[in-house]
């Protein structure tokens, strides 16, 4: 039994286990505080609970009494749940059935509200054909009505428009001619119809009589031959250009095109080639006909014609295309005699004339094609209308410019030759040549002269030229006016600045002279900014589709390689300058000084020439800061190598000697920091690249210095401190520290030997040690490297 029990309670407690979300929605439909009542309870902790200590187990019966109360109230409970549930499925089933019964009685209903639904829409239906019956014939009626309007118009409208035709009443049957077409497009459907097809031919026939009609009044009015004219404009006529309005338009062009040939015809005559006032010098008296002709045309026929048909400017448009014509013939006649003064005197009266058409008139009768396209000038339409005809002969005036600037580049010479070189002009910053601005000044006028004349071939043959006498003035101008060294007869080298002439005094350019290469460096330096302004200009006078064909990057670089050109001129001879002061340190008995002094008198020599040079450089490069800087480098990167070259032929050295030499290096480099502003009352920072380039260069001088200095055992020690010290792995550069400390043959050997043991891996790949030395170029190199520069300089000039 107990077994049985047990095995009982196992399944109502798995019967009793139910799912979480159930138990959850059980606990918010019944909150309930009783430990009974929660899922997870544990009948030990509620006994503990009840009885948490042994004394409490006195009360036990009591405890009994009550739960046993509380299961026999929820016996009662659950009993009565239960009875009460016993007649629920047959009131279930009673309710089902009426609930099917009412669905039943709903669906009757609804049918017969369809049906009856029905029967209506087709009640309705029947309604609506009978007034759609109604309105479709009340359409039908409406359009007869109004077609028989139309046709009864129609007919009387043609009688009409018959006999107005017969007695010229053009006034009335303007109006009603209009009319008429508009009726008759109603028609356009009944064609097929006899009479309607009869009446359509009789209107087209009256509208050809008509044209033919005008045609022949305006022709009787103004005959083709002769050039008689009536008094005054005709009510008539002004009436059938109205007419003519709704006519073909072609009929409106023949009257145009007779009118404006008969009002012409005399120009043809007073200026036909053969007559004296044809050429170009009275190209005057042909605008001065025209405006008076166009006058004449206002006063007497202004109002006969309407405003929308633009006759004045359409007469104006006709002259204009009849003088291109017949300048460009008798240019072509008389090619030879055409001379520039003549040609532009031409261009500017025709110009002049074009732009007062374009003020009177908007040009919109040049929108059929007949008039120019200048997309250059799109203010004025009516530009090149004329002008276009002096194109072709535009090559007398690109020569005629070539001529005068050949001779504006001779009086620039003559007058340098004159005038010499200009004054030192320290306050401004440098002088530029006068010349250089009355150079592109002329080219200024030329180019817009020329834009205004074209903008198409004859713009890139100008061009062409400014191109040859920007390359004559950088010549002849500028590289032509450079000072020449005495040591050269030939004229000016690279090398010949560089050469070394021991024992004797290097020839120096005086204070004039190192002004006029200032000058002709700022000269240059305007001409290239100038040039490249200049580009710009031609590209957008230019059409378009030439632009591409304007390019003077190299005359910008012939420029350029006088600006580089002067700069090696002046780092050359403040460069020689130096050369007397470092052969003096390289022929001093270094090894017999006894104490270190004073800086030496080679290093003073040195500080005087750079003293004495670079304040007028500067002053006088003011106005191109950038290129001074670049004096000052290339000058560093001249003179630090030649420095370091004296300074291995400095030998033997003793320990005082270095120590001398360390401290005129020292000084060298303080002066070579300051070289910027030296002699300026204005301190300013020199720039970073070249600070950068002396502290590496002196810094290698004071290196080595220190390693001549430094004690020679143990020839380890010594070895790597070298090493150290130059980070130089060329076996040269030993060598000649070995023979600056005096050291024997034999001991050179060893110490190269060691040297060469001594070195760091080389990195893979690398098949030379050589190639990772640092020292500066050998004599030999640099020479090999000047002669180089040399010869691609005279290439390109």
Same mark, same amino acid.
Request: no cysteine.
């Given at each position: 039994m107990e077994e049985d029990e047990l095995e009982c309670a196992e399944e109502l407690e798995a019967v009793l286990q139910l799912a979480p979300e159930v138990q959850l929605a059980i606990e918010q439909v019944f909150p309930s505080q009783d430990p009974l009542d929660r899922a997870d309870f544990n009948a030990v902790e509620y006994i503990n609970t *009840?009885?948490?200590?042994?004394?409490?187990? &006195?009360? $036990? @019966?009591?405890?009994?009494?009550? +739960? =046993?109360?509380? +299961? =026999? =109230?929820?016996? @009662?409970? +659950?009993r009565t749940v239960v009875r009460g549930q016993t007649n629920v499925g047959q009131d279930g089933r009673q309710a089902l059935e009426e609930a099917q019964k009412a669905i039943q009685q709903l669906f009757g209903k609804i049918k017969d509200i369809k049906d009856k639904a029905e029967k209506s829409e087709q009640m309705v239906k029947e309604i609506t054909r009978d007034i759609k019956q109604l309105d479709h014939a009340k359409r039908h009626l409406t359009t007869s009505i109004t077609t028989l309007n139309h046709l009864h118009m129609l007919a009387g409208g043609v009688d009409s428009l018959e006999a107005m035709t017969r007695r010229r009443q053009y006034g009335e049957v303007a109006n009603l001619l209009q009319g008429v077409v508009n009726v008759l497009e109603h028609f356009s459907k009944y064609m097929g119809i006899p009479q309607i097809r009869q009446l359509s031919e009789r209107v087209k026939a009256a509208q050809n009589e008509l044209g033919q009609q005008i045609l022949a009044d305006f022709e009787e009015a103004f005959p083709s031959q002769g050039t008689k004219r009536p008094g005054g404009p005709s009510n008539v006529l002004r009436d059938a250009c109205l007419v003519a309005n709704v006519l073909d338009p072609r009929i409106k062009q023949e009257i145009i095109k007779k009118f404006i040939k008969q009002h012409l015809s005399e120009y043809l005559v007073l200026f036909q080639e053969n007559q004296d006032v044809a050429w170009l010098d009275k190209i005057d008296r042909r605008y001065a006909w025209i405006k008076r002709q166009l006058m004449d045309y206002e006063e007497k026929y202004g109002r006969m014609f309407p405003p929308e048909w633009c006759m004045t400017e359409r007469i104006a448009v006709e002259f204009c295309h009849i003088t291109k014509t017949e300048l460009a013939k008798i240019m072509r006649t008389r090619a030879k005699e055409i001379e520039v003064k003549l040609l532009l005197f031409a261009i500017q009266r025709t110009t002049s004339f074009e732009g007062l058409l374009a003020k009177r008139f908007s040009g919109s009768t040049l929108a059929d094609g007949t008039g120019p396209k200048k997309p250059k000038t799109p203010d004025n339409p009516f530009h090149g209308i004329i002008s276009k005809c002096f194109e072709p002969h535009l090559y007398v005036y690109i020569e005629s410019q070539d001529k005068n600037l050949g001779e504006l580049i001779d009086r620039f010479v003559a007058d340098f030759k004159a005038q010499g070189p200009p004054k030192p002009n320290v306050d401004e910053g440098g002088a530029v040549l006068p010349s250089c601005a009355d150079l592109f000044v002329y080219y200024k006028k030329c180019m817009v002269q020329c834009s205004q004349l074209s903008t198409g071939e004859p713009m890139i043959a100008l061009t062409t030229i400014f191109q040859k006498y920007l390359r004559e003035y950088a010549w002849k101008i500028l590289s032509g006016n450079l000072p020449k060294t005495t040591s050269s007869s030939g004229g000016l080298t690279i090398s010949s600045l560089l050469k070394e002439k021991e024992g004797s005094e290097v020839a120096k350019f005086t $204070?004039?002279? *190192?002004c006029l290469i200032c000058s002709i460096l700022s000269t240059a330096e305007y001409c290239l900014a100038t040039t490249q302004q200049l580009?710009? #200009?031609?590209?957008? #006078? !230019? @059409? &378009?589709?030439?632009?591409? =064909?304007i390019n003077l990057t190299g005359e910008m670089d012939t420029f350029s390689i006088v600006i580089s050109n002067s700069i090696q001129l002046l780092v050359q001879d403040l460069d020689g300058a130096c050369d007397p002061a470092l052969t003096a340190m390289s022929k001093m008995q270094w090894q017999n000084v006894e104490h270190v002094g004073d800086q030496s008198p080679y290093v003073t020599s040195v500080i005087l020439h750079i003293k004495q040079n670079v304040p007028i450089i500067r002053d006088n490069l003011a106005s191109t800061r950038k290129y001074f800087t670049q004096f000052c480098i290339k000058f560093a990167n001249s003179f630090i190598p030649k420095f370091i070259n004296h300074l291995f032929k400095c030998k033997p050295i003793s320990m005082v000697g270095a120590e001398q030499l360390l401290l005129d290096t020292h000084s060298l480099k303080m002066v070579l920091l300051d070289l910027p502003s030296i002699g300026s009352q204005v301190v300013r920072k020199a720039p970073a690249s070249y600070t950068k380039i002396v502290v590496k260069g002196m810094t290698r001088a004071e290196m080595i210095?220190? !390693? !001549?200095m430094a004690p020679h055992e143990p020839p380890v020690v010594f070895v790597d401190n070298y090493i150290k010290l130059l980070a130089d792995c060329s076996t040269d550069t030993f060598q000649k520290i070995l023979d600056m400390k005096g050291l024997k043959r034999s001991e050179q050997s060893s110490m190269l030997e060691l040297f060469r043991q001594r070195l760091p891996t080389p990195p893979s790949g690398a098949e030379n040690t050589s190639s990772m030395s640092l020292a500066a170029p050998t004599p030999e190199q640099e020479s090999s490297r000047i002669r180089k520069l040399e010869k691609l300089i005279k290439k390109r000039l």
């Open positions: *009840l009885f948490p200590t042994e004394q409490s187990l &006195a009360n $036990i @019966d009591e405890v009994v009494n009550k +739960i =046993r109360l509380k +299961i =026999r =109230r929820l016996d @009662d409970n +659950i $204070i004039e002279e *190192l580009e710009e #200009k031609l590209k957008e #006078k !230019v @059409d &378009a589709n030439l632009m591409e =064909r210095l220190k !390693v !001549v």
